[in-house]
């Protein structure tokens, strides 16, 4: 009932931008927090930056903070993850993620496990 599918990795140069994009199909992903992960090969899933279904609230990673933003168009049931600054230390598999079994919700989860909604995975590869 609920998918999600990201799109807009690839490779830069460090210093660079990419701008990750997510889509939703289905009909709760306006009232659902939504959030980007990040996965490296023989690492945990880490959370990178979220936001609440109104965009309201956003949250990021320390990581990430300054560089990244996170924004959403409900209209289009769409998720945004701009990233400037790119550094090397960025490179993996990004991944979209949605709380759609808490609808509403007003804080932005950064547990991996509040998140029961997975896009495929898109790779950013950022050299030096």
């Known amino acids: 009932q609920e998918r999600l599918e990201e799109s807009g990795g690839g490779l830069v140069q460090a210093g660079g931008s990419l701008r990750l994009s997510c889509v939703g199909h289905?009909?709760?992903?306006?009232?659902?927090?939504m959030g980007w992960f990040r996965q490296a090969p023989g690492k945990e899933r880490e959370f990178v930056a979220g936001?609440?279904?109104?965009?309201?609230?956003?949250n990021y990673a320390d990581s990430v903070k300054g560089r990244f933003t996170i924004s959403r168009d409900n209209s289009r049931n769409l998720l945004f993850l701009q990233m400037n600054s790119l550094k090397p230390e960025d490179t993996t598999v990004y991944y979209c993620?949605?709380?759609?079994?808490?609808?509403?919700?007003?804080?932005?989860?950064?547990?991996?496990?509040?998140?029961?909604?997975w896009g495929q995975g898109t790779q950013v590869t950022v050299s030096s």
């Open positions: 993620a949605g709380d759609m079994d808490l609808p509403h919700r007003d804080s932005v989860p950064r547990s991996k496990f509040a998140y029961h909604y």
């Open positions: 289905g009909p709760t992903f306006s009232r659902s927090a």
């Open positions: 936001i609440i279904w109104s965009g309201l609230e956003t």
